[in-house]
């Protein structure tokens, strides 16, 4: 068996995107588990910028097969656009995308109650959202009236469906200014989806079970990060489904046992979007600072994330949760851009994450001596073994494995694939 869960270790943004396209290079095949368009991943390949939101970053790569999960919502328009640009870059061939029968579809209404919700919201009630969706497609799967993409095969189910969610959405879409549900130009837009999703749809379950058996190697990818699951993040601060390495059994379809490994992903030092706790939020000039060293902007909405140092508490708490076996620390070199570095080794008053909630944690700083060298980020970007990195940067990953308990696996000090040092294999 070689199986390798990759998931975020913070409130996401992680870099996981470079970091799954370096470990899909040896892939045969990546999934996606959870989450929708909601997740924005920055590839560059080559001096090239791809932006992904639905497929797996393993897309980059020919052969290698891109799988989205039942735990997905998938908009389809957003599917479809996504698959149109990388074909136009000679990447992703329809034999390549599997897309699970079981996965439910984001509709246009989504994304509008998302929107109008949050605009409505006030300022002290408004949870954040990428506006695409995803959290309404969710809240109709619980209500067990979502329309999933095997609905879309099937006119008689899928009007079925929209019947029941025009029934349920019928008084906030009047409270909110929004036309009734439009069932028959729904039906007929679903239809097309169906058609033109038909060659690609698949048990994906069935799939990567089978592909694990053959002994292929396979990728899951998270989407967001721990600390946004539904049941173990900062609630109600968090995405609508599970983003912990768990997620993986249940959005796909296969047992726990068949899972070897997981690798947890995390900046160098902290951001968030959206609202909720955030220990080592930094305020004012430092904040700016990091955010422009580290081009903190959403991949999805390009808003500016907030920005702090890293949270050992939060990201121990994070590397169990999710039973983390390797830690990928990306963004090191962004650090080396500021004058002094700070880290969180604990709370004040011995708060602890998931027994306290992060909103009362106060953290407890440690400065760190010497790090703004720019001969820091020449040893950095030349660096092609563990023993070759700054004293200052091998003195940081210890700390990190001493606190966490999880060794680093592997270093990214730049954008590029080239800018990765690995310390362990993935596979
Ligand atoms: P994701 O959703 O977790 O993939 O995170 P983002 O899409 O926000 O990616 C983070 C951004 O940082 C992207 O623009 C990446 O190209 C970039 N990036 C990833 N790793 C590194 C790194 O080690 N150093 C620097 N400077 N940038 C990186």
């Known amino acids: 068996?070689?199986?390798?869960?990759?998931?975020?270790?913070?409130?996401?943004?992680?870099?996981?995107?470079?970091?799954?396209?370096?470990?899909?290079?040896?892939?045969?095949?990546?999934?996606?588990?959870?989450?929708?368009?909601?997740?924005?991943?920055?590839?560059?390949v080559e001096g090239k910028q791809i932006i992904t939101h639905l497929v797996p970053s393993g897309c980059t790569y020919p052969g290698t097969q891109c799988v989205l999960g039942a735990g997905m919502v998938i908009d389809p328009e957003v599917l479809e656009q996504e698959v149109a640009s990388l074909r136009a870059m000679d990447l992703l061939r329809n034999d390549e995308l599997r897309?699970?029968?079981?996965?439910?579809?984001?509709?246009?209404?989504?994304?509008?109650?998302?929107?109008?919700?949050?605009?409505r919201a006030g300022d002290g009630r408004k949870i954040g959202t990428t506006r695409r969706g995803v959290g309404p497609a969710y809240e109709a799967k619980a209500a067990r009236r979502g329309v999933r993409v095997r609905d879309l095969l099937d006119e008689q189910a899928l009007r079925e469906r929209l019947l029941k969610n025009k029934d349920a959405l019928e008084p906030e879409l009047e409270?909110?200014?929004?036309?009734?549900?439009?069932?028959?130009?729904?039906?007929?837009?679903?239809?097309?989806?169906?058609?033109?999703?038909?060659p690609v749809v698949?048990?994906?379950?069935?799939?990567?079970?089978?592909?694990?058996?053959?002994?292929?190697?396979?990728?899951?990818?998270?989407?967001?990060?721990?600390?946004?699951?539904?049941?173990?993040?900062?609630?109600?601060?968090?995405?609508?489904?599970?983003?912990?390495?768990?997620?993986?059994?249940?959005?796909?379809g296969i047992g726990p046992t068949a899972i070897d490994r997981v690798w947890g992903i995390?900046?160098?030092?902290?951001?968030?979007?959206?609202?909720?706790?955030?220990?080592?939020?930094?305020?004012?000039?430092?904040g700016d600072r990091l955010?422009?060293?580290?081009?903190?902007?959403?991949?999805?909405?390009?808003?500016?994330?907030?920005?702090?140092?890293?949270?050992?508490?939060?990201?121990?708490?994070?590397?169990?949760?999710?039973?983390?076996?390797?830690?990928?620390?990306?963004?090191?070199?962004?650090?080396?851009?500021?004058?002094?570095?700070?880290?969180?080794?604990?709370y004040e008053d011995?708060?602890?994450?998931?027994?306290?909630?992060?909103?009362?944690?106060?953290?407890?700083?440690?400065?760190?001596?010497?790090?703004?060298?720019?001969?820091v980020v020449d040893g950095l970007r030349s660096a092609t073994s563990r023993a070759d990195l700054p004293g200052v940067v091998r003195a940081y990953l210890d700390l990190i494995e001493d606190q966490v308990g999880v060794s680093v696996a592997l270093v990214s000090v730049g954008p590029d694939r080239s800018q990765t040092l690995r310390l362990a294999d993935p596979f």
Not at 6 to 30: C, F, H, M, N, S
Not at 176 to 188: H, K, P
Not at 224 to 233: F, K, N, S, T
Not at 266 to 286: N, S
Request: hydrophobic share 40%; net charge negative; charged share 20%.
């Open 291 to 346: 955010r422009e060293a580290g081009a903190e902007f959403g991949a999805t909405t390009g808003r500016p994330r907030d920005c702090g140092w890293l949270d050992l508490p939060a990201l121990a708490h994070s590397a169990r949760l999710s039973g983390m076996t390797g830690l990928c620390v990306t963004k090191i070199d962004v650090l080396a851009e500021l004058p002094t570095v700070q880290i969180c080794e604990s």
């Open 202 to 252: 698949c048990d994906a379950g069935a799939l990567c079970h089978d592909a694990i058996t053959a002994g292929k190697r396979v990728l899951f990818e998270g989407a967001q990060g721990a600390l946004l699951d539904v049941d173990h993040g900062t609630y109600p601060y968090v995405t609508s489904s599970n983003s912990v390495a768990g997620g993986v059994c249940t959005g796909i």
């Open 350 to 375: 011995g708060v602890v994450p998931g027994v306290d909630s992060l909103e009362v944690a106060v953290p407890r700083l440690r400065t760190l001596e010497g790090w703004g060298d720019p001969s």
């Open 175 to 198: 409270r909110l200014g929004l036309a009734t549900l439009d069932v028959d130009a729904l039906v007929e837009r679903g239809r097309g989806w169906g058609e033109r999703l038909r």
């Open 1 to 44: 068996m070689s199986t390798l869960v990759v998931v975020g270790a913070q409130w996401g943004d992680e870099g996981k995107g470079k970091v799954v396209d370096v470990l899909a290079e040896r892939a045969d095949l990546v999934a996606r588990f959870a989450g929708g368009n909601n997740a924005g991943h920055t590839l560059v």
């Open 99 to 119: 897309v699970s029968l079981d996965a439910h579809v984001v509709f246009p209404y989504h994304r509008q109650l998302d929107g109008l919700r949050e605009d």
């Open 266 to 286: 995390t900046k160098a030092y902290t951001t968030r979007v959206g609202r909720g706790p955030f220990p080592t939020r930094m305020t004012g000039a430092d």
